[in-house]
């Protein structure tokens, strides 16, 4: 991961042959590692250097590569990142029908997170609701069991003045 922030470091500062070295170098270790939503993140680094300098077509042979990988191993984040930088190296290239074809694979993975972000954050509420139900449940049940500790010391006390 080092290596991949290193490449994107180098790259931003226009150190283009250190940041693909770093960006190599990632590849191959993430790899061996098996972290393959980091090779996709490799991929998609190399992809936006290429569009930084202009070479669109570089930049579809890396995010497609990425692309691939993502939907292999179902990374709808890494997926969206890979269409949206093909959108960009197609839109570079003049392809707008393929560049039409990656904004819309684009959008049905943004879709989808929004699908998944939206399920877990229900999810969540429906936790937060149940806790908050057992929380009020008990404080129900401890405000009725000291109301009938005072009625019965009420009690205790009428009978003693008795």
Known sequence: MAHNN?????GRSGWFRLAFAHLDSAEMLLADIGSM???IR???NRGNLYLDQHLF???VNACARGAQLAEDNRLLQQTRECQQCLTTAYEGLGDYQKAFLAQR???NAN???LILHD???VTRMEVARTYQERILLDSLANVQD???RDLAHQEQLGQEKN
Do not use: K, P
Request: charged share 25%; hydrophobic share 30%.
């Open 42 to 44: 490799t991929h998609i």
């Open 111 to 113: 879709d989808s997170l």
């Open 105 to 107: 694979a684009y959008q």
């Open 146 to 148: 000291r109301h009938l």
């Open 37 to 39: 939503r980091q090779v």
């Open 6 to 10: 290193m490449g994107r470091a180098y």
């Open 57 to 59: 077509t570089n930049a």
């Open 119 to 121: 399920s877990r954050e």
